[in-house]
């Protein structure tokens, strides 16, 4: 189920995890788990164990066209090509920010579009992925929140976002050690708790040893909140867990965070505590946005100690970033330094994240589709669009 504004429940955009259409209507392979890879072969009489070489092909050499496949005969290639699809997203919009992160806004078969955001360091680096395509929550001080949710990524619209980072940066085959795409944080567009399964089949595909092979420890999933989802991640998935927090009381974070209207923060507190997984080595990651005035006093730091007081956790301070139209400023260097200060005298990590990609709309809270929202209003007028 989605959560309006209000809390309230609401059919999710679209179902369970399916595979999404290819080029010319054909179906795509990229999404699919081992197994239904394997009836896909069955489907143009092959034997399943050839899906362990398309998997191959796919996630470890990156191949776009069937027929790159030389260890396949040219009939199965052939018959490959004339069922399935690899396509990717097209890639509306390509951008590169005076820091060097990039983000790129990708078109999915039905033209809707999301966006991925890559984040450099020295020698490795963070891809932010969507799971959805606007969201539902309308967290006050976040851009994507003012995009209405139009509907859920699938597996493969979501696997494709690495795969296009990976074509972009020319990093096929899967590096066996150091890679410039190190991690994975599913922190874009979009509640990746409201999209499950087919973040779930996703994440599976991104660990797969035989394919991209990213571990467990290099995958962070962060969620607004979503209490019933938080334990299955952990149990199911074991990756890192974030959780926007952004307030230590119910009555400032019922405004910032709409889902805790739904789930306050004792429901919140509780089902972390009670993460599978959760220890001094994997802490769970609090992002805390630093509004100015709103959230960023020494009884607001003090209100988080008490919140989190026995939690193996840690904090990501993130200085707002603005955006057209937002009702908030960014806290001043001297309020974050005395907030990061009284959570580092409690014994808890704090950094004030440095902020990336703001030139571009890339940073943390900016991402929103715009060539969506124009289409859009485009067809209200009658316009015709590309």
């Avoid at 164990?49 to 092909?57: C, K």
């Avoid at 890679?179 to 567009?189: A, E, F, I, K, P």
């Avoid at 193996?312 to 707002?320: A, G, Q, S, V």
Wanted: glycine share 8%; aromatic share 6%.
């Amino acid at each position: 189920m989605d959560i309006d504004a209000n809390g309230s429940e609401r059919p999710h955009a679209t179902g369970p995890a399916v595979a999404a259409s290819g080029e010319a209507g054909r179906r795509s392979l990229i999404g699919l788990p081992r197994a239904a890879l394997a009836e896909a072969l069955e489907e143009i009489g092959e034997r399943p164990f050839r899906a362990r070489q398309l998997w191959h092909w796919i996630y470890f050499r990156g191949a776009r066209d069937f027929a790159a496949m030389t260890s396949l005969s040219r009939g199965l290639r052939e018959r490959l090509s004339e069922r399935f699809s690899l396509a990717r997203p097209a890639v509306s919009r390509d951008q590169t920010s005076r820091d060097g992160s990039r983000k790129w806004l990708l078109r999915f078969a039905d033209g809707n579009e999301a966006e991925t955001v890559f984040i450099p360091e020295a020698d490795r680096g963070a891809l932010c992925i969507s799971s959805q395509v606007g969201c539902s929550l309308t967290c006050s001080f976040c851009h994507t929140g003012t995009q209405r949710l139009v509907r859920n990524l699938d597996a493969g619209e979501i696997v494709t976002q690495m795969l296009v980072a990976r074509d972009a940066c020319g990093e096929w085959p899967s590096p066996a050690g150091q890679r410039l795409l190190s991690n994975v944080v599913l922190m874009g567009m979009g509640e990746p708790l409201l999209n499950y399964d087919n973040v779930a089949a996703a994440v599976r595909i991104l660990m797969d040893p035989e394919g991209i092979n990213l571990s467990r420890r290099r995958i962070t999933l962060s969620t607004a909140g979503v209490v019933p989802m938080i334990h299955r991640v952990g149990g199911e998935l074991g990756v890192k867990l974030a959780v926007s927090l952004h307030a230590a009381n119910d009555a400032l974070r019922d405004v910032l965070v709409p889902i805790n209207r739904k789930y306050p923060l004792a429901a919140l507190m509780a089902a972390l505590r009670s993460y599978p997984g959760a220890d001094n080595a994997r802490r769970i990651t609090f992002e805390y946005v630093m509004l100015d005035q709103v959230n960023d006093t020494p009884a607001d730091a003090r209100a988080l100690v008490q919140l989190v007081r026995g939690l193996p956790c840690k904090f990501n301070l993130i200085p707002f970033n603005a955006w057209p139209g937002a009702a908030y400023a960014c806290s001043s260097d001297a309020a974050m330094a005395r907030f990061a200060g009284i959570l580092n005298a409690a014994g808890y990590t704090a950094p004030i994240r440095t902020p990336r990609g703001r030139d571009i709309l890339a940073a943390c809270g900016q991402l929103r589709s715009v060539s969506e929202r124009q289409r859009r209003a485009a067809a209200d007028h009658g316009e015709r669009t590309e």
